[in-house]
């Protein structure tokens, strides 16, 4: 852009000095000459002046789109904020009489740990995926923990009468 610019100047100022030319000239086939330089000068300075406006279109597109990513940025690491708030209490826990290790709110004075209950793999990695409670299926026996995000974070429960009210009973002594 910067090299339009001066492209730009470069052709005003040859169009200047070369109209200069004119008052010196009395020779009618140098004038004629001259006005044809001058034409062609003119015509470059106006594609100068051009490429110049383009450039600045483009500048202008690129900056909105920034400035939209900006914001969409600035409200996703908002939203982030929010949820590590929501589970700053939150702890890596083993529940299901120790089968399954989750991240979970502390513990009650009963000693239970209420759900929502977190991904430990998905933690990991920085993303709050709150576990599914789901019942077996012909296929699949048994109750488990179903991740959102994979299936292979799925977290099978032993037998057992397993509900969300008892699953949550973490360990006392002994
Ligand atoms: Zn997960």
């Given at each position: 852009?910067?090299?339009?610019?001066q492209?730009?100047i470069?052709?005003?100022?040859?169009?200047?000095?070369?109209?200069?030319?004119?008052?010196?000239?009395?020779?009618?086939?140098?004038?004629?000459?001259?006005?044809?330089?001058?034409?062609?000068?003119?015509?470059?300075?106006?594609a100068?002046?051009?490429?110049?406006?383009?450039?600045?279109a483009?500048?202008?597109?690129?900056?909105?789109?920034?400035?939209?990513?900006?914001?969409?940025l600035?409200d996703?690491?908002?939203?982030?904020?929010?949820?590590?708030?929501?589970?700053?209490?939150?702890?890596?826990?083993?529940?299901?009489r120790?089968?399954?290790?989750?991240?979970?709110?502390?513990?009650d004075?009963?000693?239970?740990?209420?759900?929502?209950?977190?991904?430990?793999?998905?933690?990991?990695?920085?993303?709050?995926?709150?576990?599914?409670?789901?019942?077996?299926?012909?296929n699949?026996?048994g109750?488990?923990?179903?991740?959102?995000?994979?299936?292979?974070?799925?977290?099978?429960?032993?037998?057992?009468?397993?509900?969300l009210?008892?699953?949550?009973?973490?360990l006392?002594?002994?």
């Open positions: 852009m910067l090299n339009e610019i492209l730009a470069a052709s005003i100022t040859g169009a200047k000095t070369i109209a200069e030319g004119f008052v010196a000239e009395r020779d009618t086939l140098k004038l004629a000459e001259l006005a044809t330089t001058l034409n062609a000068r003119l015509i470059e300075a106006q100068s002046a051009l490429n110049v406006q383009r450039a600045q483009l500048l202008n597109e690129e900056l909105a789109r920034l400035k939209k990513e900006n914001a969409e600035a996703r690491l908002k939203r982030v904020e929010r949820t590590g708030q929501e589970y700053a209490d939150y702890k890596l826990t083993a529940i299901a120790g089968h399954c290790v989750v991240y979970a709110a502390r513990p004075e009963t000693g239970m740990c209420k759900p929502p209950y977190l991904c430990a793999t998905c933690l990991q990695e920085g993303k709050h995926s709150a576990l599914n409670f789901e019942d077996g299926t012909l699949i026996p109750k488990r923990f179903v991740c959102p995000v994979s299936a292979a974070h799925t977290l099978k429960l032993p037998r057992g009468g397993w509900t009210q008892n699953v949550g009973q973490t006392k002594d002994g």
